[in-house]
């Protein structure tokens, strides 16, 4: 099992970030910042997952299952599944990537659009492992009360969420850094929250500037970030870092 944080690399740049097996750490990120009670909580879940899961996951999914939406995450079924969260602004693409990677079209839904997702949605992976959809954040036009609703529903879903091993965040790689997404993958940092970045709708660039977009990205969080998170780009269209994404999801239940 990979330990998620507190690598003791710095990679010059976030390409180099894909050869790197582990994940990153804020800057000045105090010492009693609660890294040590996620580290605990993964090695406890790793221990679970090693002896329950005895059928590794491999890179063709053969079954997934849609088990429901929740609007709060003490309503989710307690499931001793490792679970694999997506999120970012809305439309950047989450439900089309968990379709994507689990090969199947209509699994979650997905619009053109914002706001499509509002609920928690589960769905269990070959009985191994687990994903979440999570509603967009972002979307200005839903009033402010639905907002906070939202808001909220989110962190206590990532702070409670017993099984989570790690959050995807997504980013669209066709526009420069939002400052909204920065703050949010500043705000896990500070909640210890594991995850990684997925540059999204990479099928729209050439591949220069996809490079280029990755190091404006790595040059963005350099000034908050010590240690760079993972960064993979791709595309729901073309399943452009299929195969990086999913053989990351089998690396964390080693
Ligand atoms: N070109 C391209 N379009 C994409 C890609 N992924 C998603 N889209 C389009 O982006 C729009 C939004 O996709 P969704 O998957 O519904 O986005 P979402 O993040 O789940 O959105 P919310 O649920 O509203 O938060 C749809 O029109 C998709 O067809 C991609 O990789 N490439
Ligand atoms: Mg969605």
Redesign the pocket.
């Known amino acids: 099992m990979a330990l998620l944080w507190r690598s003791k690399l710095r990679p010059a740049n976030i390409s180099k970030m894909a050869e790197c097996a582990e994940t990153p750490s804020l800057k000045a990120l105090p010492e009693n910042c609660g890294v040590a009670g996620n580290d605990a909580k993964l090695i406890q879940f790793s221990i679970f997952a090693q002896n329950r899961l005895r059928a590794a996951i491999t890179l063709e999914i053969q079954r997934a299952i849609f088990k429901g939406s929740w609007e709060r995450a003490d309503q989710m079924p307690a499931i001793k599944m490792p679970e694999f969260a997506?999120i970012?602004?809305?439309?950047?693409?989450?439900?089309?990537?968990?379709?994507?990677l689990c090969n199947h079209k209509g699994l979650?839904?997905?619009?053109?659009?914002?706001?499509?997702?509002?609920t928690l949605n589960l769905f269990e992976i070959d009985k191994v492992w687990a994903i979440t959809?999570?509603?967009?954040?972002g979307?200005a036009k839903v009033s402010k009360e639905r907002r906070y609703k939202f808001s909220k529903m989110i962190q206590f879903y990532l702070q409670k969420r017993e099984n989570l091993m790690c959050l995807f965040v997504?980013v669209d790689m066709r526009i420069p850094p939002q400052n909204i997404d920065i703050d949010f993958i500043n705000w896990c940092g500070e909640n210890a929250i594991p995850f990684v970045i997925l540059g999204?709708?990479?099928?729209?660039l050439s591949a220069g500037k996809r490079q280029e977009q990755m190091n404006i990205f790595g040059e963005k969080l350099s000034e908050t970030w010590d240690e760079l998170p993972k960064f993979y780009a791709?595309?729901?269209?073309?399943k452009?870092g299929r195969d990086d994404v999913l053989k990351f999801i089998a690396s964390c239940m080693k």
Not at 95 to 100: C, G, K, P, R, T
Not at 200 to 204: L, N
Not at 234 to 238: G, I, K, P
């Open positions: 997506f970012g602004r809305s439309n950047v693409g989450k439900s089309s990537l968990i379709n994507m979650a839904k997905t619009s053109a659009q914002p706001g499509k997702t509002q959809d999570l509603p967009g954040y979307y997504l999204t709708k990479c099928d729209k791709t595309s729901s269209e073309d452009t």
